[in-house]
């Protein structure tokens, strides 16, 4: 038998035995490869299948507990962004915002797409990378009210909220301020041109584009990083 499924196996009936109710904190790493008599890698590796079978779940700093992740512990901004980062975010935002932008071109009203516009402006006329990415929020949170769908706008704030939280900074080019011909630039005045015309297929593919340019970026920077 594979050492990986060996531990598996041990742990399970470990479990099992002990009959623990849920959210009951595991032993120690340390502890429970002693009881089983597996090294710390065989015990991760359990751990890791046991977490993706949602049979455990995991808090960094608090330890290993039995059954699925509490509904609890998604309701807390910082406890979601200490749990995942830039990349898995940008996955998110590429499932959620090009159905927003497609609402928005069907919902839209007039004050919405001048609110857009004014955004557009403001970005496109930052002197520095702060300014500019309070005004590339203001924009997609324009686009999200644009929807006039409560649950939808708060699915947004919740998702942007970890998106600000999760560190950022560090990924962000070294000059002052956003060059003039900023892909960005150019890309919401398509997503916005594409939501005044109520096209919700353009709306929604020109929001994927933005968002997979800005993922493109996101993942280069972080390389570079490395």
Request: aromatic content about 4%.
């Amino acid at each position: 038998m594979d050492q990986g499924q060996g531990a598996l196996t041990q742990l399970r009936a470990y479990l099992a035995q002990r009959d623990l109710p849920a959210n009951s904190r595991l032993p120690a790493e340390r502890e429970l490869c002693d009881i089983l008599g597996v090294s710390r890698g065989e015990l991760r590796k359990a751990l890791a299948i046991m977490e993706e079978n949602r049979e455990l779940w995991r808090h960094v700093g608090k330890g290993t507990f039995i059954g699925s992740r509490p509904v609890e512990e998604f309701s807390n901004i910082a406890a979601i962004a200490e749990l995942t980062n830039p990349r898995e975010v940008m996955q998110a935002r590429l499932l959620i915002e090009p159905q927003i932008a497609r609402e928005a071109a069907l919902n839209a009203t007039a004050g919405d797409v001048a609110e857009m516009r004014l955004c557009m402006k403001m970005s496109r006329e930052a002197k520095t990378w702060r300014q500019y990415e309070n005004s590339d929020n203001a924009l997609h949170r324009a686009v999200a009210e644009a929807t006039h769908n409560t649950v939808l706008v708060a699915l947004f704030d919740t998702l942007n909220a970890v998106r600000r939280t999760v560190v950022w900074g560090r990924l962000r080019s070294k000059v002052d301020r956003p060059p003039s011909d900023h892909h960005s630039f150019a890309e919401h005045e398509a997503l916005v041109r594409a939501i005044e015309e109520r096209d919700m297929e353009a709306a929604g593919q020109t929001m994927r584009r933005h968002l997979s340019h800005v993922q493109g970026n996101l993942l280069a920077s972080s390389q570079a990083a490395e």
